[in-house]
């Protein structure tokens, strides 16, 4: 059973960047079928998707928030990271790390979020 | 890009049965995937593809479709299902997208 786990300071000072790890323990990031994501959640707000990887390195984000954004992969370490730049108040949530599963069969395609990790709270203050 | 919109806040008698909807134009083309979120905790997933349950889900929550609205439905639903509920989809672009949430309060 995939599960995954965030780590990093849960305090960062406005203008610094954001760091995270997410480990994925019972299975591996470098499975070909998968691409590992981050996913935010502004405190009484709903979920946002900032960005995903795939083992080979390639990388999508959210384009709102593509030019602060780096995603990487460690396949030697089985974790995925995230780099968030210039962080403002605004930048304050839980976040979490999430497998993301895309199928594109000859009908409609379907993509999903499983599992999940407990998510961690990041606080953008001075 | 295009937007996945949501009820607010939805709420049913125990035992009774409630669909929560997700509107968007990209359901035309995508399945959603559905994601329940009890307060404190992570989202789960409830439903994906076309209506398939991850191990572990009841079989009270089914997903269905129709042009460009994508529901939830929970036949008899529990006190434990009170609960955030998130649809994802995809926007205009490909990307993920998630709908606003709906709150779903069982009386």
């Known amino acids: 059973q995939v599960q995954l786990q965030e780590s990093g300071p849960g305090l960062v000072k406005p203008s610094e960047t954001l760091s995270l790890t997410c480990t994925v323990s019972?299975?591996?990031?470098?499975?070909?079928?998968?691409?590992w994501s981050w996913i935010r959640q502004p405190p009484g707000k709903g979920l946002e998707w900032i960005g995903y990887?795939?083992?080979?390195?390639?990388?999508n984000y959210n384009p709102s928030l593509k030019s602060r954004v780096t995603i990487s992969v460690d396949t030697s370490k089985n974790q995925f990271s995230l780099k968030l730049s210039s962080v403002t108040a605004a930048d304050t949530a839980v976040y979490y790390c999430?497998?993301?599963?895309?199928?594109?069969?000859?009908?409609?395609?379907?993509?999903?979020?499983?599992?999940w990790g407990q998510g961690t709270l990041v606080t953008v203050s001075s | 890009s295009s937007e996945l919109t949501q009820d607010p806040a939805v709420s049913v008698a125990l035992g009774q049965t409630v669909r929560i909807t997700c509107q968007g134009d990209?359901?035309?083309?995508?399945?959603a995937s559905w994601y329940q979120q009890k307060p404190g905790q992570a989202p789960v997933l409830v439903i994906y593809?076309?209506?398939n349950r991850p191990s572990g889900i009841p079989d009270r929550f089914s997903g269905s479709s129709s042009g460009n609205t994508a529901s939830l439905t929970i036949t008899g639903a529990q006190a434990e299902d009170e609960a955030d509920y998130y649809c994802?989809?995809?926007?205009?672009?490909?990307?993920?997208?998630f709908g606003g949430g709906t709150k779903l309060t069982v009386l």
């Open positions: 999430a497998r993301y599963i895309v199928v594109v069969p000859a009908a409609t395609s379907s993509n999903w979020f499983d599992p």
């Open positions: 019972g299975g591996s990031v470098s499975s070909g079928s998968y691409y």
């Open positions: 990887i795939y083992y080979s390195g390639s990388t």
């Open positions: 990209s359901l035309r083309s995508y399945y």
């Open positions: 593809g076309k209506n």
């Open positions: 994802n989809s995809r926007d205009s672009s490909g990307n993920p997208l």
